[in-house]
Nanobody, 114 residues
């Protein structure tokens, strides 16, 4: 499974971006999520969503980011509002299938700077 992530870019503090990630084939994923890795830091969970719609967020993004998924399109989205410089990182999507296999996208750069 290849994952295509898009939507990253350069934005000013307080701005918004929407990331999307879609696999190259139709599959049932029990979990879809977004992680990020800033320079010199470990990769961390940003948010994930189950097939049933249950969500989990990192404390640092609660109230600012919203994860959603379109099961018909097999696509996961991350709406990022009120962006801060500390949100700067490479964002990766990850999906998990019924067999608990994990697949990672190639990453998309998000830079928050004035």
């Amino acid at each position: 499974v290849q994952l295509q992530a898009s939507g990253g870019g350069l934005v000013q503090p307080g701005g918004s971006l929407r990331l999307s990630c879609a696999p190259d084939r139709s599959f049932y994923f029990i979990n879809m999520g977004w992680y990020r890795q800033a320079p010199g830091k470990q990769r961390e969970l940003v948010a994930d969503i189950t097939s049933g719609g249950s969500t989990k967020y990192a404390d640092s993004v609660k109230g600012r980011f919203t994860i959603s998924r379109d099961n018909a399109k097999n696509t996961v989205y991350l709406q990022m509002n009120s962006l801060k410089p500390e949100d700067t990182a490479v964002y990766y999507c990850k999906v998990v299938n019924l067999f608990r296999d994990e697949y990672w996208g190639q990453g998309t750069q998000v830079t928050v700077s004035s």
